[in-house]
């Protein structure tokens, strides 16, 4: 069975720092990997979804990796401000096409002006 | 363009009663899913749909129901409510499995 793991948490910065979510599967048989936030009382955005066969995607400040054979992804957020406080989850895609994915428990990133 | 769109946002219950989530999506998207989320947890998979006239059993399938009779719509019924239903449910959207999913606004309820 598929299990996701975001560390760390929670995450509290000033603003302007560069900072790194981490996210490890355990079952690298995976279709894609989406990053997604989540602000309080809100749905989910997609931020970056990153194909099997690709090693990272980026979009303005954003940008994710994925390293399949060692079921690792890591969200890279550069010169944070304070409306990138949300939570952002990590979703690995189920192989088989199906389209379902394996949610984290998120990390609960607050930056401080 | 709308979206994923859930209804409503929020109920409350009685323990027992039934009633119907309902979902939408009008980007022409053939796989639909509905996901409970819980504090302290990830979302989990209730049920899923790659196309009109076929769903499958997700992660936490008993005491819901789903049907997919048009592309569009995807409802999640709940026949008789228990307490432990009480969540936040999302409706997802994608053109197929290798592609971006798009979420509704979720559905609080609450079943007393």
């Known amino acids: 069975k598929q299990e996701v793991t975001q560390i760390p948490a929670a995450l509290s910065v000033p603003e302007g720092e560069n900072l790194v979510l981490n996210c490890s599967f355990t079952d690298s048989a995976i279709y894609n990997l989406q990053w997604f936030r989540q602000d309080p009382g809100k749905g989910l955005t997609s931020l970056l979804l990153i194909q099997s066969s690709q090693r990272e995607q980026t979009s303005g400040r954003l940008n994710a990796s994925l390293d399949k054979s060692s079921g690792r992804s890591t969200l890279y957020i550069a010169a944070s401000q304070p409306g990138d406080s949300a939570t952002y989850l990590c979703?690995?895609?189920?192989?088989?096409?199906?389209?379902?994915?394996?949610f984290g428990k998120g990390t609960k990133l607050s930056v401080k002006p | 363009n709308a979206g994923v769109t859930q209804t409503p946002k929020f109920q409350v219950l009685k323990t027992g009663q039934s009633m119907t989530l309902q979902c939408a999506q009008d980007m022409n998207h053939e796989y639909m899913s509905w996901y409970r989320q819980d504090p302290g947890m990830g979302l989990r998979l209730i049920h899923y749909?790659?196309?009109?006239?076929?769903?499958d059993q997700g992660e936490v399938p008993n005491g819901y129901n789903v049907s997919r009779s048009t592309t569009e719509d995807f409802p999640l019924r709940l026949l008789s409510a228990a307490p432990s239903q009480t969540s936040v449910y999302f409706c997802a959207s994608s053109y197929s499995g290798q592609r971006e999913a798009f979420f509704g606004q979720g559905t609080r309820l609450t079943v007393v």
């Open positions: 979703a690995p895609g189920l192989g088989g096409s199906q389209g379902n994915l394996i």
């Open positions: 749909s790659v196309g009109a006239g076929i769903t």
